[in-house]
């Protein structure tokens, strides 16, 4: 896995997790919807019916435990990823990967927070990302 790879695993694993929010999101306007009565007429076997907001009750709390899990993955590497950026030496460089891959700022916004053109923010960057893996060579 390149550094650059590396550092976005924390942007994919966000948007898995918004993701998930918004399909959790869904199930919870599902298990309170009220079910159309079956007009058919005919009496159902004689098996016992589950209730229909119970599946997707089931689904919300299995959901639910998967987002927990994510959401720890997901913390558990942007500290990583702090730490390693804590042991750089240049803050500028490390100021771009922090609002790069911490921050998920875009090109646009990390130049008009730092007062550089894009294309100098670009340059950091390369220069960052040798840094970044220099330290977490000599690090691990």
């Known amino acids: 896995m390149t550094v650059k790879q590396y550092l976005k695993q924390a942007y994919r694993l966000d948007a898995l997790i918004d993701a998930d929010l ?5 199930l919870k306007q599902l298990a309170l919807s009220v079910p159309s ?8 076997g004689g098996h016992k019916q589950q209730a229909p907001f ?6 919300i709390v299995d959901l639910e ?4 899990s994510e959401v720890d993955r997901f913390v558990d ?6 730490y390693f950026l804590e042991q750089m030496q240049d803050n500028t460089q490390r100021c ?7 921050l998920f700022y875009s090109w646009n916004e990390i130049a008009d927070k730092m007062g550089y053109t894009v294309q100098w ?3 950091i960057h390369r220069d960052a990302l040798i840094s970044f893996d220099r330290v977490m060579k000599t690090t691990n």
């Open 22 to 26: 918004a399909e959790l999101s869904e």
């Open 37 to 44: 009565p079956s007009l058919s007429g005919m009496p159902s």
């Open 54 to 59: 119970v599946n997707p009750v089931q689904k």
């Open 65 to 68: 435990a998967h987002i927990n």
């Open 77 to 82: 590497l942007k500290t990583e990823i702090r």
């Open 96 to 102: 771009v990967l922090q609002y790069r891959y911490i």
């Open 121 to 123: 923010v670009h340059q």
